[in-house]
């Protein structure tokens, strides 16, 4: 931990996060009793409410997001390691894939609501998201949440959308927000090197 601790970006000590807070969606018992299901909605897949229902930091406040120094290295990996997160995968019955990085990568341990959008690096907002097989890396389901969490996190920033609608809306169906968010980024606004 102290070597993951050690990557926090230096322009995290102006924000006063308790990195490890968390207040879930709603209260689950984790680990889980039974096997967490994959649910498709709009062609996609969404997390089981009652193994993820999803979580944010509440430390983690509108102004910080707006902050152009605010990274999401300022609270990842802080309140739970990689090793804790891979536990999920047994939970949703996911392989997990043994050469899962670059062009190749199948899989994405995801934060349902994105650290980009205050959410918790908690394993009540962390899911094993996989698939499609077959496409291409900026298909995959993961690429695809990533333009939602980039659109949300600009309509909070600019001020169109209040940020605990757009932590509950991307916690109830991620997916309901494709069509804008395909939109927004064909139009040239998606730049994920703030994230």
């Known amino acids: 931990m102290d070597t993951e601790r050690s990557k926090t970006p230096t322009t995290c000590a102006q924000f006063k996060i308790n990195q490890k807070a968390s207040q879930p969606i709603h209260?689950?018992?984790?680990?889980?009793?039974?096997?967490?299901?994959?649910?498709?909605?709009?062609?996609?897949?969404?997390?089981?409410?009652?193994?993820?229902?999803?979580?944010?930091?509440?430390?983690?406040?509108?102004?910080?997001?707006?902050?152009?120094?605010?990274?999401?290295?300022?609270?990842?990996?802080?309140?739970?390691?990689?090793?804790?997160?891979?536990?999920?995968?047994?939970?949703?019955?996911?392989?997990?894939?043994?050469?899962?990085?670059?062009?190749?990568?199948?899989?994405?341990?995801?934060?349902?609501?994105?650290?980009?959008?205050?959410?918790a690096d908690t394993l009540d907002n962390i899911w094993p998201q996989c698939g499609p097989d077959g496409v291409a890396l900026d298909d995959r389901y993961f690429k695809e949440k990533d333009k939602v969490e980039y659109y949300l996190g600009q309509q909070v920033r600019e001020g169109n959308i209040a940020l605990a609608d757009a932590q509950q809306g991307i916690a109830s169906d991620w997916t309901q927000y494709l069509p804008k968010a395909d939109a927004f980024c064909r139009s040239g606004k998606c730049d994920f090197t703030g994230k």
């Open 27 to 119: 209260a689950v018992n984790l680990p889980p009793s039974s096997t967490c299901k994959i649910k498709a909605d709009n062609a996609k897949y969404i997390p089981d409410p009652s193994c993820t229902p999803g979580a944010i930091n509440p430390t983690v406040t509108e102004a910080m997001l707006k902050n152009p120094a605010f990274r999401t290295g300022c609270i990842r990996n802080e309140a739970t390691t990689e090793e804790q997160k891979t536990t999920t995968y047994g939970w949703y019955k996911q392989t997990h894939p043994s050469d899962n990085t670059g062009e190749g990568q199948t899989c994405e341990l995801d934060h349902l609501i994105p650290l980009y959008l205050g959410g």
